[in-house]
C-alpha cells in the first residue's frame, strides 16, 4: 500500500507531460504547481492559495448552494457568484406585482436585504489526505465522525483516481445567506437560451448576497439579530482588466469530469444518453416556453425551471458536437489498443476487456435509466406523490396543472415508444391499454388524482381520504418499485463492478504513461486551474477574440424580444457615454468591457467562481464555457476550449450605474 500511494504522488506530482492550461488541482497540493504558475505570470505564493495556518485566498470563496460557488468581496460578509446561481432566490422572492426578474432588485440598506430559507454557503475550513487511514481499515464515517467535531463542522471522504486515494474535506457551513442585489434579467440573462453556452458572450451574470452570522460570527440559523459575517479573507478588486496572454486562474467547485474513462462511456454519451435527454427536453422546454409566451405571472412562474431544464440541454448539444468532432471515441479506442498491447503479461492484462463486457451489459439498464430520469421523473404530479405528508404551498406555488399535463402526454408517449416492455411497469401497461391511449390515460390520471393542485390535496386529507389509492401515488409506487428491482438495482451492481475496474485500470494508465500529469477528476471539491486570457480559431479563417464590449450589446438590443430587451437606462447610458470611472478604451472606442475567455478548465460547479490575475485580484466572475468546450468534461482540448467570464469592471458598472447601489462599492477593496 506504501508502494502505491508512493506511485499515485509521483503521478500526481509529475510536471512533465501535462497539456498547456490542463487541469482541476488540489489546493493544499498546489505548492507542486507554483513554480509552473510563477512562470505563466502568477506573483504570489502557495500559501496565499492555500493555508490551514494563516488566510488564505481559499477563505474567501465559497460553495453555493449545493452546485455552485462564490467569492467574498467586503469585510462584511458580501458575496458575488452568478445571477443563474442565484436565480432560484431571485425567482422566489418575485412576483407579477414585484417582478425582481425582469426588474431587478438592490436592496438600499441592510434592513432591505432579502433572506432565503434553506440557502447554504460553505467555507473550506481543511483537507486532508486520509487515504492509509482508509486503506488501513477506518471507515469513512469514522473520518468524518472525528473531523465534525460533534456538529460544529461539516465533512466528507470523498475518492479520486478511482478509489485510489481519498481525501477528507471539513467545512462550515453557514445558513443565513440574505439577496442583496440582482440586475434585471435582461442584463443577468441577457441573450437567454439562445447565447447560452456560446461565443460572443455579452451577459452580465452576477448576483450579490450577504452571508449573516451569529454575534460570535459563527454560523446560526436565520434572525434579525444576526451580524454580517466578517470573514478571515476577502478579494481585492482589479479594474485594470486583462489582455490577451494575461495569466489567470480559477478557484471553485468544478462539479464533475471523467477524464479518464474508456471509450465505451464516451460513446454511450454521444450515441444514446444525449440524444435521448436532448429530444425529452426539447419537448418540455417548447411546451413551457409556448405558456410562457402567453402569459406573465406564467412567465415568472417557469422561469427558474425553463432555466435549468435548458442549461444541461444545450450542454449536452455543445458536448456532442465537440465529441464528435474531436472523434473522442475513435481516439479512445486507439489509447486502449495500445494501452492493451502495453498490458500483455502485467497485472492490467484483460481489464479493458472486462470494462467492455461490464459496459455492454449496462447498456439496457443506462438506457431505461435515463428514461424514467428524464421522462418519468419529469412529472411533477409524480413528483408530489412521492413527497406525500411532507406538501405544502411552496410546492404548488410555481405550478401549473395544464403545463404538467401537456408535458405528461410528451413524456409517456416517447417513453413508450423507446424503452423495453420489461423496464414498463404492469399496471401502467394495463391502464393504458384501458384507457386506449396516452392522452386518455393522461387525462384520467389529472382527472382522478386528488394532488393537481394545493385546494384539492388539502380537502383530500380534511376528507380524510385515503391518498394509497390515488392513481398518481399508485403510478409513482409502481414505477418506483419497478425502476428499483429491475433497473436501478442492477445498474448500481454493475456500476460497483465498472468502477472497481476502473480502480485498476487507473493504475495501469498511470503506469503506462509514467511522465503524464494526472490529476484528479472534478467532483465538486476546491480546486485551482490556471491558464490565460486568450481568444480562439472558431473556424477555418473565423478568430473569435478574447472580450466584448457594451457596443455588442446595443447591437443586439431588440425591445421586441425579451431576452434581448435591455433597460432603457442602459440605451441612455450607451447614447450619452457617462459611464463615470467605468469608462476604458478598447480598439478606439470608448466603452465598458462585458466578458471575456480564458483558458481555464472549467466545468459545471465552476459557476459564479473567482477569475484572478497575477496578483491574486478579482478580475471576472466565471459564467460559463463556449459550446463546443462543454466536451472538455471527457476530452480537454486546448486549442478550443475556453471558460467564459463576466469583466468585474461590467458588474460594478452595473451596480453603481444601473442598479444606482454605489454605496456597495464602499465596502469593497477597489484597485
Same mark, same amino acid.
Given at each position: 500500500? @506504501?508502494?502505491?500511494?508512493?506511485?499515485?504522488?509521483?503521478?500526481?506530482?509529475?510536471?512533465?507531460?501535462?497539456?498547456?492550461?490542463?487541469?482541476?488541482?488540489?489546493?493544499?497540493?498546489?505548492?507542486?504547481?507554483?513554480?509552473?504558475?510563477?512562470?505563466?505570470?502568477? #506573483?504570489?505564493?502557495?500559501?496565499?492559495?492555500?493555508?490551514?495556518?494563516?488566510?488564505? $485566498?481559499?477563505?474567501?470563496?465559497?460553495?453555493?448552494?449545493?452546485?455552485?460557488?462564490?467569492?467574498?468581496?467586503?469585510?462584511?460578509?458580501?458575496?458575488?457568484?452568478?445571477?443563474?446561481?442565484?436565480?432560484?432566490?431571485?425567482?422566489?422572492?418575485?412576483?407579477?406585482?414585484?417582478?425582481?426578474?425582469?426588474?431587478?432588485?438592490?436592496?438600499?440598506?441592510?434592513?432591505?436585504?432579502?433572506?432565503?430559507?434553506?440557502?447554504?454557503?460553505?467555507?473550506?475550513?481543511?483537507?486532508?489526505?486520509?487515504? !492509509?487511514?482508509?486503506?488501513?481499515?477506518?471507515? !469513512?464515517?469514522?473520518?468524518?465522525?472525528?473531523?465534525?467535531?460533534?456538529?460544529?463542522?461539516?465533512?466528507?471522504?470523498?475518492?479520486?483516481?478511482?478509489?485510489?486515494?481519498?481525501?477528507?474535506?471539513?467545512? *462550515?457551513?453557514?445558513?443565513?445567506?440574505?439577496?442583496?442585489?440582482?440586475?434585471?434579467?435582461?442584463?443577468?440573462?441577457?441573450?437567454?437560451?439562445?447565447?447560452?453556452?456560446?461565443?460572443?458572450?455579452?451577459?452580465?451574470?452576477?448576483?450579490?448576497?450577504?452571508?449573516?452570522?451569529?454575534?460570535?460570527?459563527?454560523?446560526?440559523?436565520?434572525?434579525?439579530?444576526?451580524?454580517?459575517? *466578517?470573514?478571515?479573507?476577502?478579494?481585492?478588486?482589479?479594474?485594470? =482588466?486583462? #489582455?490577451?496572454?494575461?495569466?489567470?486562474?480559477?478557484?471553485?467547485?468544478?462539479?464533475?469530469?471523467?477524464?479518464?474513462?474508456?471509450?465505451?462511456?464516451?460513446?454511450?454519451?454521444?450515441?444514446?444518453?444525449?440524444?435521448?435527454?436532448?429530444?425529452?427536453?426539447?419537448?418540455?422546454?417548447?411546451?413551457?416556453?409556448?405558456?410562457?409566451?402567453?402569459?406573465?405571472?406564467?412567465?415568472?412562474?417557469?422561469?427558474?425551471?425553463?432555466?435549468?431544464?435548458?442549461?444541461?440541454? @444545450?450542454?449536452? *448539444?455543445?458536448?456532442?458536437?465537440?465529441?464528435?468532432?474531436?472523434?473522442?471515441?475513435?481516439?479512445?479506442?486507439?489509447?486502449?489498443?495500445?494501452?492493451?498491447?502495453?498490458?500483455?503479461?502485467?497485472?492490467?492484462?484483460?481489464? /479493458?476487456?472486462?470494462?467492455?463486457?461490464?459496459?455492454?451489459?449496462? /447498456?439496457?439498464?443506462?438506457?431505461?435509466?435515463?428514461?424514467?430520469?428524464?421522462?418519468?421523473?419529469?412529472?411533477?404530479?409524480?413528483?408530489?406523490?412521492?413527497?406525500? =405528508?411532507?406538501?405544502?404551498?411552496?410546492?404548488?406555488?410555481?405550478?401549473?396543472?395544464?403545463?404538467?399535463?401537456?408535458?405528461?402526454?410528451?413524456?409517456?408517449?416517447?417513453?413508450?415508444?423507446?424503452?423495453?416492455?420489461?423496464?414498463?411497469?404492469?399496471?401502467?401497461?394495463?391502464?393504458?391499454?384501458?384507457?386506449?391511449?396516452? #392522452?386518455?390515460?393522461?387525462?384520467?390520471?389529472?382527472?382522478?388524482?386528488?394532488?393537481?393542485?394545493?385546494?384539492?390535496?388539502? =380537502?383530500? @386529507?380534511?376528507?380524510?381520504?385515503?391518498?394509497?389509492?390515488?392513481?398518481?401515488?399508485?403510478?409513482?409506487?409502481?414505477?418506483?418499485?419497478?425502476?428499483?428491482?429491475?433497473?436501478?438495482?442492477?445498474?448500481?451492481? /454493475?456500476?460497483?463492478?465498472?468502477?472497481?475496474?476502473?480502480?485498476?485500470?487507473?493504475? =495501469?494508465?498511470?503506469?503506462?504513461?509514467?511522465?503524464?500529469?494526472?490529476?484528479?477528476?472534478?467532483?465538486?471539491?476546491?480546486?485551482?486551474?490556471?491558464?490565460?486570457?486568450?481568444?480562439?480559431?472558431?473556424?477555418?479563417?473565423?478568430?473569435?477574440?478574447?472580450?466584448?464590449?457594451?457596443?455588442?450589446?446595443?447591437?443586439?438590443?431588440?425591445?421586441?424580444?425579451?431576452?434581448?430587451?435591455?433597460?432603457?437606462?442602459?440605451? #441612455?447610458?450607451?447614447?450619452?457615454?457617462?459611464?463615470?470611472?467605468?469608462?476604458?478604451?478598447?480598439?478606439?472606442?470608448?466603452?465598458?468591457?462585458?466578458?471575456? $475567455?480564458?483558458?481555464?478548465?472549467?466545468?459545471?460547479?465552476?459557476?459564479?467562481?473567482?477569475?484572478?490575475?497575477? @496578483?491574486?485580484?478579482?478580475?471576472?466572475?466565471?459564467?460559463?464555457?463556449?459550446?463546443?468546450?462543454?466536451?472538455?468534461?471527457?476530452?480537454?482540448?486546448?486549442?478550443?476550449?475556453?471558460?467564459?467570464?463576466?469583466?468585474?469592471?461590467?458588474?460594478?458598472?452595473?451596480?453603481?450605474?444601473?442598479?444606482?447601489?454605489?454605496? /456597495?462599492?464602499?465596502?469593497?477593496?477597489?484597485?
Amino acid at each position: 500500500m @506504501k508502494k502505491l500511494i508512493l506511485t499515485l504522488s509521483i503521478a500526481i506530482l509529475t510536471l512533465s507531460g501535462v497539456r498547456a492550461d490542463e487541469g482541476m488541482w488540489l489546493p493544499m497540493l498546489i505548492g507542486e504547481r507554483i513554480e509552473d504558475m510563477k512562470a505563466k505570470g502568477f #506573483e504570489l505564493s502557495a500559501e496565499d492559495i492555500y493555508s490551514v495556518n494563516q488566510a488564505a $485566498l481559499k477563505d474567501a470563496i465559497v460553495l453555493f448552494g449545493r452546485g455552485c460557488t462564490g467569492e467574498l468581496v467586503s469585510g462584511e460578509g458580501l458575496l458575488f457568484t452568478n445571477h443563474h446561481c442565484g436565480y432560484g432566490q431571485i425567482q422566489s422572492h418575485s412576483s407579477v406585482e414585484h417582478d425582481y426578474l425582469t426588474n431587478g432588485f438592490w436592496a438600499m440598506n441592510r434592513s432591505e436585504e432579502l433572506p432565503n430559507p434553506g440557502l447554504t454557503v460553505s467555507f473550506l475550513v481543511r483537507m486532508e489526505d486520509v487515504t !492509509a487511514q482508509i486503506e488501513g481499515g477506518t471507515t !469513512a464515517a469514522e473520518v468524518v465522525a472525528a473531523a465534525e467535531e460533534g456538529g460544529k463542522y461539516s465533512a466528507s471522504v470523498e475518492s479520486l483516481y478511482y478509489n485510489n486515494k481519498f481525501y477528507l474535506f471539513v467545512y *462550515q457551513v453557514y445558513r443565513d445567506i440574505r439577496l442583496v442585489g440582482a440586475p434585471p434579467s435582461s442584463i443577468g440573462k441577457f441573450g437567454g437560451d439562445t447565447d447560452n453556452w456560446m461565443w460572443p458572450r455579452h451577459t452580465g451574470d452576477f448576483s450579490i448576497f450577504r452571508i449573516y452570522a451569529g454575534k460570535d460570527n459563527e454560523p446560526a440559523d436565520y434572525s434579525p439579530e444576526n451580524v454580517p459575517y *466578517q470573514p478571515k479573507r476577502h478579494f481585492a478588486i482589479s479594474t485594470k =482588466g486583462a #489582455e490577451e496572454g494575461d495569466f489567470t486562474f480559477v478557484y471553485g467547485f468544478p462539479g464533475s469530469t471523467r477524464e479518464y474513462v474508456t471509450s465505451d462511456f464516451v460513446d454511450y454519451t454521444l450515441n444514446h444518453s444525449n440524444p435521448a435527454k436532448i429530444r425529452l427536453r426539447t419537448k418540455r422546454l417548447d411546451i413551457i416556453g409556448e405558456a410562457q409566451s402567453k402569459d406573465v405571472a406564467t412567465r415568472i412562474m417557469y422561469a427558474s425551471k425553463h432555466a435549468g431544464i435548458a442549461n444541461a440541454w @444545450k450542454k449536452w *448539444q455543445g458536448e456532442s458536437l465537440g465529441l464528435a468532432r474531436r472523434n473522442t471515441v475513435g481516439k479512445k479506442q486507439a489509447y486502449e489498443a495500445r494501452f492493451e498491447e502495453w498490458a500483455a503479461g502485467t497485472e492490467y492484462e484483460g481489464v /479493458l476487456a472486462s470494462l467492455h463486457a461490464k459496459y455492454a451489459e449496462l /447498456l439496457p439498464y443506462a438506457i431505461s435509466r435515463d428514461y424514467y430520469n428524464e421522462a418519468v421523473y419529469a412529472i411533477e404530479l409524480l413528483g408530489f406523490a412521492g413527497r406525500l =405528508g411532507r406538501l405544502s404551498e411552496a410546492n404548488y406555488k410555481d405550478y401549473s396543472p395544464a403545463i404538467d399535463k401537456a408535458i405528461t402526454v410528451a413524456m409517456l408517449s416517447d417513453f413508450g415508444e423507446n424503452v423495453a416492455a420489461e423496464f414498463v411497469p404492469e399496471w401502467y401497461t394495463a391502464r393504458l391499454a384501458e384507457c386506449g391511449s396516452v #392522452e386518455a390515460f393522461v387525462e384520467w390520471l389529472y382527472g382522478t388524482s386528488r394532488l393537481t393542485s394545493l385546494e384539492c390535496y388539502e =380537502g383530500a @386529507k380534511a376528507e380524510g381520504y385515503d391518498f394509497g389509492s390515488d392513481p398518481a401515488v399508485i403510478m409513482r409506487r409502481e414505477f418506483d418499485n419497478l425502476y428499483k428491482e429491475k433497473i436501478n438495482t442492477p445498474y448500481i451492481t /454493475l456500476n460497483q463492478e465498472i468502477t472497481e475496474l476502473y480502480k485498476t485500470y487507473m493504475r =495501469g494508465q498511470m503506469a503506462f504513461e509514467p511522465e503524464r500529469t494526472f490529476y484528479p477528476d472534478a467532483n465538486l471539491t476546491l480546486r485551482v486551474a490556471y491558464g490565460s486570457v486568450a481568444g480562439y480559431e472558431a473556424a477555418d479563417g473565423v478568430y473569435h477574440l478574447p472580450y466584448t464590449t457594451l457596443d455588442g450589446i446595443i447591437e443586439k438590443d431588440n425591445p421586441e424580444i425579451y431576452d434581448y430587451d435591455i433597460p432603457q437606462s442602459l440605451r #441612455e447610458l450607451y447614447a450619452s457615454k457617462e459611464y463615470g470611472r467605468w469608462g476604458v478604451e478598447m480598439n478606439g472606442r470608448y466603452t465598458i468591457p462585458v466578458a471575456f $475567455l480564458a483558458k481555464n478548465h472549467t466545468t459545471g460547479g465552476n459557476s459564479g467562481s473567482p477569475i484572478i490575475n497575477g @496578483k491574486g485580484e478579482l478580475i471576472g466572475i466565471n459564467f460559463d464555457r463556449t459550446w463546443l468546450s462543454t466536451m472538455s468534461d471527457l476530452d480537454y482540448d486546448p486549442d478550443i476550449c475556453r471558460n467564459i467570464s463576466v469583466d468585474i469592471r461590467y458588474v460594478l458598472f452595473v451596480i453603481d450605474k444601473i442598479g444606482g447601489a454605489g454605496y /456597495l462599492l464602499e465596502e469593497m477593496t477597489i484597485n
